[in-house]
Nanobody, 116 residues
Framework: QVQLVESGGGLVQAGDSLRLSCVAS????????MAWFRQAPGKERELVAE????????YYADSVKGRFTISRDNGKNTMSLQMNSLKPEDTAIYYC?????????WGQGTQVTVSS
């Protein structure tokens, strides 16, 4: 089992920055790719950014490319999402995701609200 806990969400104004963190515990050596997803009210959960097991490869949704940066520190079992130039449309609950032994694990989510 893998447990994930997110932190760092909050209420900010458009143009501000936030840094989300995800701490993994449990069978952390089994964790491969990790990702950030988000879900806005009335919308489906969507992939925001993903990083490979080593952190050497990353993927970003077009909507956040150039503004968000995903990173991970396997030594500390953490993953982060640096979010710059935030927009009101970035408002959502952000979830940490980890893949381990062909299973998907999720955190409880952290709310990000961007006011215009």
């Amino acid at each position: 089992q893998v447990q994930l806990v997110e932190s760092g969400g909050g209420l900010v104004q458009a143009g501000d920055s936030l840094r989300l963190s995800c701490v993994a515990s449990g069978r952390t050596l089994s964790i491969g790719p990790m990702a950030w997803f988000r879900q806005a009210p009335g919308k489906e959960r969507e992939l925001v950014a993903e990083t490979s097991g080593s952190g050497g490869r990353t993927y970003y949704a077009d909507s956040v490319k150039g503004r968000f940066t995903i990173s991970r520190d396997n030594g500390k079992n953490t993953m982060s999402l640096q979010m710059n130039s935030l927009k009101p449309e970035d408002t959502a609950i952000y979830y940490c995701n980890a893949q381990a032994y062909s299973a998907n694990y999720w955190g409880q989510g952290t709310q990000v609200t961007v006011s215009s």
